[in-house]
């Protein structure tokens, strides 16, 4: 790595929710910078205000911060180098595209619509590529073609014109992307790309270099739709003469679908069943998409899911938290194939992070619904049901569903316990049982354990005929948590009360 001090920056456009392939690429982003001591630049990109949506940059705001990914230098956090927000820039832009038409590198263009629209549909019908490039400009109306009189009478009537780039004809362009390695690509397949537009604003290409370099940008790590624009980029590094300081390029791999089958698209979540934003959107006009928040994820769970799409560790961990994440990254280690996403992978991550997280991490995701529909007693009780039952969900809220019966009188009571193991023997056992363990007064699950055993052997049945009745009695389910901690967590009096329920209802 050179000298250079690692500066990266994530460039959404705010034209809707950030999907989870941006949300990975601003993860990368991060990831490295933490690595090398760097600086992570959030820089949004609206130079194209049609495209604009209400509530996208903020939604990029809270998406980044609930995941735990903080911003160095932003429209928020300032820094010596912004603004931060392209449409706050736009006096900078101008000049840098009519330096490249003095050096030769651009040319202005005067060409209406229809006339673009002619030259298309002529290419077309001799099965050429319709595009205004190296060789179809020297039959449109531009600054190449066009005598100088020409060109400065127009410009100072105020004709429209736009700012094209003169790319060569035929000309190798290569350049070495991080993950990729040497790319190359042949100027003919390009188009003379606008760089500044009739209204005088650049495009994404003059604005994104211009402030990649401005910004000090020493690496571009970015999703691998913008492979194809990464040529014009560096051509335009080289005739804006800062090809000495071009970023590095690093293009990620696509997020594929299930199937693998095309990439994973903003669409394809609430149809396939799982999220693909990072908390929940609501368009202006109303329509709400599914969060990874909002679904029970922890940003834990959801920050590992993504750091592993694309990215592997030199070893087999597969666990990792934000921090230690930040130590294993490496770009090189990102590899060139698209990556499929997994949903049963992105639950079992959800798991891992369930079973590590504190009891009180998981009490504030469930606490506001236990409060509406479940007796509250106490914080060290939920603490100790989410113990308990953690091991056995995915999502934080199944701890209230599953564990029902810890708050109130069981809600149903399984019928095949009923069918085969309820008779009238067994609940006379049953009854002799908790009323001897209501004498005894044990509580803890060690002493109700050895009662149960004493209770066996005196009365000559084996102990497992007696757990899954007392389980169903008290549960009203066929299985759960270890029973004996289950037992002692419900307190006895209310087994009791719940051994009466069972009498008068069966
Ligand atoms: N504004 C572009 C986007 O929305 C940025 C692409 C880049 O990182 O160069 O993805």
Not at 165 to 173: A, C, V, W
Not at 204 to 213: P, Q, R
Not at 358 to 369: A, P, T
């Amino acid at each position: 790595m050179s000298d250079r001090s690692v500066r990266v920056r994530f460039a959404p456009s705010p034209t809707g929710p950030l999907h989870i392939g941006g949300v990975r690429t601003a993860l990368y982003n991060y990831l490295f910078a933490k690595k090398n001591n760097g600086t992570f630049i959030l820089r949004i990109e609206d130079t194209d205000q049609k495209r604009f949506v209400e509530g996208a940059e903020s939604y990029i705001n809270q998406s980044l911060e609930w995941l735990g990914i903080r911003v160095d230098e932003g429209v928020v956090q300032g820094g010596s180098l912004g603004p931060y927000k392209q449409s706050e820039r736009m006096d900078k832009y101008a000049a840098y595209a009519k330096q490249l038409i003095n050096n030769g590198y651009a040319y202005y263009a005067f060409d209406t619509q229809e006339e673009l629209t002619e030259m298309r549909s002529k290419l077309e019908v001799s099965n050429m590529s319709a595009k205004y490039d190296s060789t179809s400009r020297m039959s449109m109306k531009n600054s190449l073609t066009l005598s100088d009189d020409e060109v400065n009478e127009r410009l100072e009537r105020g004709d429209n014109y736009i700012i094209r780039i003169k790319l060569p004809r035929n000309e190798e362009i290569r350049f070495k992307d991080v993950i990729r390695g040497w790319i190359v690509f042949n100027s003919s397949q390009l188009d003379d790309k606008v760089l500044l537009k009739e209204d005088g604003l650049p495009t994404y290409h003059l604005a994104n270099i211009v402030d990649d370099h401005l910004m000090e940008i020493s690496h571009v790590i970015r999703g691998e739709e913008w492979l194809p624009s990464a040529p014009l980029h560096v051509m335009l590094y080289r005739y804006l003469g800062w090809e000495n300081t071009m970023p590095k390029f690093a293009h990620l791999p696509l997020i594929l679908k299930p199937d693998g089958k095309g990439k994973l698209s903003k669409r394809d979540g609430d149809r396939l069943g799982f999220p693909v934003f990072p908390i929940e959107w609501t368009s202006p006009e109303g329509e709400v998409s599914s969060g990874y928040r909002e679904s029970g994820y922890l940003s834990e769970a959801v920050v590992n899911m993504l750091s592993m799409l694309g990215w592997h560790p030199s070893d087999n961990q597969e666990l990792f938290t934000l921090e230690e994440l930040v130590e294993a990254f490496e770009l090189e280690r990102v590899s060139k194939s698209g990556a499929k996403f997994d949903m049963d992978k992105s639950k079992w991550f959800n798991h891992q992070f369930i079973m590590r997280a504190s009891s009180d991490e998981l009490k504030g995701m469930i606490e506001d619904q236990l409060t509406s529909i479940h007796t509250h007693r106490g914080d060290d009780y939920l603490n100790r049901v989410i113990d308990l039952l953690r091991e056995k969900v995915t999502f934080p809220m199944e701890l209230l569903s599953m564990g029902q019966y810890f708050f109130d009188l069981p809600s149903s009571y399984d019928e095949k316990v009923l069918r085969k193991k309820w008779n009238e023997e067994v609940s006379n056992h049953m009854n002799q049982f908790i009323d001897g363990l209501v004498d005894s007064k044990y509580s803890k699950a060690a002493q109700i354990e050895e009662h149960l055993n004493n209770y066996a052997e005196q009365n000559e049945i084996s102990k497992g005929k007696l757990m899954q009745p007392l389980r169903w009695v008290v549960s009203g389910q066929a299985g759960g948590p270890p029973i004996f901690d289950m037992l002692e967590l419900i307190g006895i009096d209310e087994i009791k009360r719940r051994m009466d329920v069972v009498n008068e209802k069966f």
